[in-house]
């Protein structure tokens, strides 16, 4: 494919995991500045520091990385790009989002995309973010069986306008095990399991669209969706607000949850690779 545009980020390993990071990036377009009801809260909402949170995966297990610098706020690269709800009934964001998490405006009155600057931030960010996925998953298919595209998520652990109560740590979604085979979730939710931390299996959240898009078992292409509850990894205040949130990225709070993730990764591989033992080179920091 031609030269990825400066705001996304691949990395390239060949083992037969690819790591999605859709919601890490802060950047929009200065001409946003001004028509955001508030920069910070059209922030907020991002997916604080995870993709430091699985920095070991490139060099420990060789994973393939995709990470865009857009923020959420401007266009979300996992969402449905009709437009159509992935959890119909039930609260949620939108491709070009008009509200936070907590149900807050994010633009000025009169100052919401409509239809043309839509379909043209879809243009310029989204397609080549999933430009780019498809041709990562094409290569690895080409030298492996089975692939798995892993989509990493965080979100703060209590949100009442999109759940109740407090999130469990782990939540895994797998479209109701129809985006992988279930013996991936299974292994997933084993790991998860014997950390002690809570874990959920298509609870609240069952993968986005990146997740129920590219899904597709029988063809190899096996998706999940890890969504964490960012407090087992950073400090989270009860009331985030400019003075406090985000907090800063801490590896030594972090360590425990990264341990974890690496078994979670290593499980992802050698379900890809179901002939292979489990080898030294898979150990993460």
């Not at 790591?19 to 508030?38: K, Q, W, Y």
């Not at 509200?99 to 994010?106: A, G, I, K, V």
Request: glycine residues 6%; hydrophobic residues 35%.
């Amino acid at each position: 494919m031609d030269a990825l545009p400066d705001w996304l980020t691949l990395h390239r390993g060949n083992a037969p995991l690819i790591i999605s990071f859709p919601h890490t990036g802060t950047d929009f377009p200065p001409t946003l500045t001004e028509r955001f009801a508030s920069p910070w809260l059209a922030q907020r909402d991002t997916d604080w520091w995870v993709h430091h949170l699985y920095d070991f995966a490139i060099e420990a297990l060789g994973a393939t990385t995709l990470r865009t610098s857009i923020s959420r706020s401007v266009i979300d690269v996992n969402r449905d790009p009709s437009g159509a709800s992935l959890y119909p009934g039930q609260n949620t964001t939108g491709l070009c989002p008009l509200s936070t998490f907590d149900n807050e405006p994010l633009y000025w009155p009169g100052e919401q995309p409509d239809d043309a600057e839509i379909a043209q931030r879809r243009a310029q960010w989204f397609d080549p973010y999933h430009a780019a996925l498809r041709a990562e998953i094409k290569r690895l298919r080409a030298i492996h069986p089975r692939v798995v595209v892993y989509d990493a998520h965080s979100i703060r652990s209590r949100i009442p306008h999109l759940f109740d109560g407090e999130l469990p740590q782990f939540n895994l979604g797998s479209n109701l095990d129809t985006s992988c085979d279930p013996a991936l979730t299974d292994a997933i939710e084993r790991a998860c399991a014997g950390s002690g931390l809570s874990h959920v299996r298509n609870g609240r959240f069952k993968g986005g669209w990146i997740t129920r898009h590219y899904g597709a078992p029988a063809d190899g292409v096996h998706a999940i969706q890890m969504e964490l509850a960012c407090r087992g990894y950073m400090q989270e205040p009860d009331l985030p607000a400019p003075g406090n949130w985000p907090t800063p990225w801490l590896p030594e709070r972090a360590a425990t949850l990264r341990a974890v993730l690496c078994q979670v990764l290593r499980s992802c591989l050698e379900f890809a690779d179901s002939s292979a033992s489990p080898s030294s080179s898979r150990n993460c920091p």
